[in-house]
């Protein structure tokens, strides 16, 4: 198989290089996720923005994880508990407020996980 050559990123400012079809590098691999750059127009289904609004509520917008530990901190952000990478759902069991620096945790945690295998 000829290997592609490789094209600058797609995102602005960027200098990387990458030979990945939607076109950015490791880096910015998230700016090409559909659902992440479509403003909330699901047909039919709740947008994710009510759905972490109501999580929020559920859980006083306060950091699950923190409370666990017995810390009280306000959350920053709705995160899925289970990550969908691993077969999570956005059922609302399945979501719980965060503050960011729980999530920066949890994020790398995942990411050795993943990269484990
Ligand atoms: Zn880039
Ligand atoms: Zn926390």
Same mark, same amino acid.
């Given at each position: 198989? *000829?290997?592609? *050559? &490789?094209? &600058?990123?797609? %995102? &602005?400012? !960027? /200098?990387?290089? #990458? #030979?990945?079809?939607?076109?950015?590098?490791?880096?910015?691999?998230?700016?090409?996720? *559909?659902?992440?750059?479509?403003? =909330?127009? /699901?047909?039919?289904?709740?947008?994710?923005?009510?759905?972490? +609004?109501? @999580?929020?509520?559920?859980?006083? =917008?306060? !950091?699950? &994880?923190?409370?666990?530990?017995?810390? @009280? #901190?306000?959350?920053?952000? @709705?995160?899925?508990?289970?990550?969908?990478?691993? =077969? =999570?759902? +956005?059922?609302?069991?399945?979501?719980? %407020?965060? !503050?960011? %620096? !729980?999530? +920066? @945790?949890?994020?790398?945690?995942?990411?050795?996980?993943?990269?484990? /295998?």
């Amino acid at each position: 198989m *000829p290997s592609k *050559p &490789p094209r &600058p990123c797609r %995102a &602005p400012a !960027c /200098g990387n290089k #990458t #030979t990945a079809s939607h076109g950015y590098c490791e880096e910015h691999e998230h700016l090409h996720k *559909p659902w992440a750059t479509r403003k =909330g127009s /699901g047909r039919g289904g709740r947008p994710w923005r009510r759905k972490r +609004d109501a @999580v929020m509520r559920r859980d006083k =917008g306060l !950091c699950q &994880p923190c409370l666990k530990n017995n810390r @009280v #901190t306000p959350a920053a952000q @709705v995160d899925h508990i289970i990550p969908k990478a691993e =077969g =999570g759902t +956005d059922a609302d069991s399945n979501l719980q %407020a965060i !503050c960011k %620096a !729980c999530h +920066d @945790v949890k994020t790398q945690t995942e990411a050795k996980r993943a990269q484990q /295998g």
